[in-house]
C-alpha cells in the first residue's frame, strides 16, 4: 500500500512538472536587439510553445538626481518567426516619476513562472512587480499579470506590510476572472506569497 502511494505521489509530481515549462538564457545577439543599452536586466528567458521560440525580457530604467530618483519597468514577449523576425506580442510598463523618498518600483523576479496550466500549448507568463514611493513601511501597489500568447489579464492591489492591520486590496480585473482555473489558482497563490513584505 505504501508504495501505491508513493507511486501515486510520483506521478502526481511528474504531471505538475510537465505543466512547467522549459526555459534558458536568452543568446546576447538576441538579447541585444531587444534591449537598451541603458536598461538593467531583471530577467531573460527563452522558451517554446505552440508560436514557436518566445523571448521574455524584464528590464528597468533609472533615473537620479540629488533629489529623487525616477524609475520604469518594461516587461516585453517577443516570438520569432519563420524568417528570424522578432514580433512583439505583449508588452507592459509602468513607471514611479520624481520619488523623492524610497523608489520602490521592482519587478518580483521570484514570482515569475511559465507555465501551460491550461495545456492550450500556448504559455502562462505570470509574474509580479511592485510600485510605489514611500518614507516608511506603508503599503504600496503591487500588481499581478498573466500573459498568454498576446492576451493580458490582472490583479491589481497593495503589499501588506508585516505586523501592521492595513486592509487587504486585491481586485482581479475581468480578464483574469476568465482564466481557466489552474491558472488563476496559481496567480492567487503567488499573490499570496508575495502580498507581505519586510
Known sequence: ?????????????????????????????????????????DKALQFEDKNGKNYLVATTLQNRSDEWESKAILV?????????????????????????????????????????????QYAEITFLYKVGCRS??????????????????AIRGTTLPRGFDFKKEKVADSSFNKLPKPVQDQANKLWEKFAPEF
Open 76 to 120: 516585453q514577449h517577443y516570438i520569432e518567426k519563420s524568417n528570424k523576425e522578432l514580433v512583439l506580442l505583449r508588452q507592459i510598463t509602468d513607471k514611479e516619476d520624481h520619488c523623492e523618498f524610497d523608489n520602490d518600483l521592482q519587478f518580483l523576479t521570484e514570482s515569475l513562472r511559465i507555465t501551460d496550466l491550461d495545456k492550450n
Open 1 to 41: 500500500m505504501k508504495k501505491i502511494a508513493l507511486f501515486f505521489s510520483f506521478i502526481t509530481s511528474l504531471h505538475s512538472f510537465s505543466q512547467q515549462i522549459a526555459t534558458k538564457a536568452i543568446e546576447p545577439s538576441v538579447l541585444r536587439i531587444i534591449v537598451s543599452d541603458d536598461a538593467i536586466i
Open 136 to 153: 516608511d513601511v506603508s503599503p504600496i501597489v503591487l500588481k499581478l499579470m498573466v500573459i498568454e500568447n498576446g492576451n493580458k489579464a
